[in-house]
């Protein structure tokens, strides 16, 4: 059989010589130097926590969520609801 | 003597708290008597909106990865109302969650603020619940004609029928295709009214029981339970009623685009 066919077909198996230990450490290593660049630009350590004010930042967001705005909304509509009521009462049937 | 009894039965009236009364009022003689009123269901619109409003500026996460509570609350419903959609119009009309999603978040809020003692409950007034169900459905018909023309009205015969029948059936159909406007509405006016009424009857029986006498105040704790319960009852109720003005809203969208 003549020789570039059985390489053609071994060719399938045998996979080609890209990375060898000697193209990977010897040399300047150029090629992957975007890759350490990219890293190296990354940020350490934990992930900042945020700091935002306000309501917002004091009830809502992060571990900060509470229940609490709610319970605060349903007093608000109750003061509300309770001074409407009193009001009318005190219009309608006047003492 | 009459004067004071009126008076009382008018106070202690369950049904005092659906009355729509004026709050603030403008009636001036411009424009021929303009007549400007802010009255309790204003109000408490305008405060549903502002609610709804602020829960999803509130609870928008800055656009963060990593939802606080807050956020995956609202995302959470988000999601229910979502697949609600995809499973009853299919996935093919997302462009309709928005709507539901509005809408489910309108009644929800508005009943939950009724919830509260003294506050004012919007769905109880039966002109939000009926305009709200009479414009899906004339929504619902723009959209069925839009899409389907002239065959739209195909709707009103179902297959099969025998050419005698036609028209008897076509009255019956375009009978029960209008008696949905009223019985969205309703259903939701009228589950809200009662349950309010008669948390507001009991209530006043257990005022009476509690203020009686010691012995009687302290066997009425048991009563007093049994309305607890009641009130978890009618949060359910809010719910669940919401739900279903936008489950049944969904199907008439899809009845609409699929003519059955």
Same mark, same amino acid.
């Given at each position: 059989?003549?020789a570039s066919?059985?390489?053609?077909?071994?060719?399938?198996?045998i996979?080609?010589?890209?990375?060898?230990?000697k193209?990977?450490s010897?040399?300047?290593?150029?090629?992957?130097?975007?890759?350490?660049?990219?890293?190296?630009?990354?940020?350490?350590?934990s992930?900042p926590?945020?700091a935002?004010?306000?309501?917002?930042?004091?009830?809502?967001?992060g571990?900060n969520a509470?229940?609490?705005?709610?319970?605060f909304?349903?007093l608000?509509?109750?003061?509300?609801g309770y001074?409407?009521?009193?009001h009318?009462?005190h219009k309608?049937h006047?003492? | 003597?009459?004067?004071?009894?009126?008076?009382?039965?008018?106070?202690?009236?369950?049904?005092?708290?659906?009355?729509?009364t004026?709050?603030?009022?403008?009636n001036?003689?411009? !424009?021929? $008597?303009?007549?400007?009123?802010? *009255?309790? %269901? #204003? +109000?408490y619109s305008? /405060? @549903? =909106?502002?609610l709804?409003? &602020?829960?999803?500026?509130?609870?928008n996460?800055n656009?963060?990865?990593?939802?606080?509570?807050?956020?995956?609350?609202?995302?959470?419903?988000?999601?229910?109302?979502?697949?609600?959609?995809?499973?009853?119009?299919?996935?093919?009309?997302?462009?309709?969650?928005p709507?539901?999603y509005s809408?489910?978040?309108?009644?929800l809020?508005?009943?939950?603020?009724?919830?509260?003692?003294y506050?004012y409950?919007?769905?109880t007034?039966?002109?939000v619940?009926?305009?709200?169900?009479?414009?899906?459905?004339?929504?619902?018909?723009?959209?069925?004609?839009?899409?389907?023309?002239i065959?739209? !009205?195909? $709707?009103?015969?179902?297959?099969? *029928?025998? %050419? #005698? +029948?036609v028209?008897? /059936? @076509? =009255?019956?159909?375009l009978? &029960?295709?209008?008696?949905?406007?009223?019985?969205?509405?309703?259903?939701?006016f009228?589950?809200?009214?009662a349950?309010?009424?008669?948390?507001?009857i009991?209530?006043?029986?257990?005022?009476?029981?509690?203020?009686?006498?010691?012995?009687?105040?302290?066997?009425?704790l048991?009563?007093?339970?049994?309305f607890?319960a009641?009130i978890g009852?009618?949060?359910?109720?809010?719910?669940?009623?919401?739900?279903?003005?936008?489950?049944l809203?969904?199907?008439?969208i899809?009845?609409a685009?699929?003519l059955?």
């Amino acid at each position: 059989m003549h020789a570039s066919l059985v390489r053609r077909q071994l060719g399938t198996l045998i996979p080609p010589k890209v990375a060898t230990p000697k193209s990977l450490s010897g040399g300047s290593g150029a090629s992957l130097t975007p890759l350490v660049e990219f890293y190296s630009k990354l940020p350490k350590g934990s992930a900042p926590t945020s700091a935002s004010g306000g309501i917002k930042g004091r009830y809502f967001e992060g571990k900060n969520a509470t229940a609490a705005p709610l319970a605060f909304t349903m007093l608000a509509l109750f003061g509300l609801g309770y001074t409407i009521d009193y009001h009318k009462h005190h219009k309608n049937h006047a003492h | 003597m009459t004067q004071n009894l009126t008076q009382i039965l008018i106070l202690n009236s369950p049904l005092e708290q659906f009355e729509v009364t004026s709050l603030i009022g403008l009636n001036a003689p411009i !424009f021929g $008597y303009l007549n400007l009123t802010l *009255t309790n %269901l #204003a +109000l408490y619109s305008i /405060l @549903v =909106l502002f609610l709804i409003i &602020s829960l999803h500026y509130i609870a928008n996460n800055n656009s963060r990865l990593v939802p606080s509570k807050w956020s995956i609350a609202l995302e959470s419903s988000f999601a229910s109302v979502n697949s609600m959609v995809r499973e009853q119009i299919g996935s093919l009309n997302e462009m309709y969650l928005p709507f539901i999603y509005s809408l489910f978040f309108f009644i929800l809020i508005a009943n939950l603020t009724g919830n509260v003692p003294y506050s004012y409950t919007i769905t109880t007034s039966i002109i939000v619940t009926l305009s709200l169900s009479f414009t899906i459905l004339i929504g619902v018909t723009i959209l069925g004609l839009s899409i389907h023309k002239i065959k739209f !009205f195909s $709707y009103f015969i179902p297959s099969g *029928t025998p %050419l #005698a +029948l036609v028209p008897l /059936l @076509v =009255l019956i159909e375009l009978l &029960s295709y209008s008696a949905r406007a009223f019985s969205l509405g309703i259903r939701l006016f009228a589950n809200m009214t009662a349950g309010h009424t008669l948390l507001k009857i009991l209530s006043t029986f257990l005022l009476q029981m509690f203020s009686a006498s010691v012995i009687v105040a302290v066997l009425t704790l048991i009563p007093f339970a049994i309305f607890m319960a009641l009130i978890g009852l009618e949060l359910a109720v809010s719910f669940i009623q919401s739900y279903v003005f936008c489950i049944l809203t969904c199907s008439y969208i899809r009845d609409a685009i699929e003519l059955h």
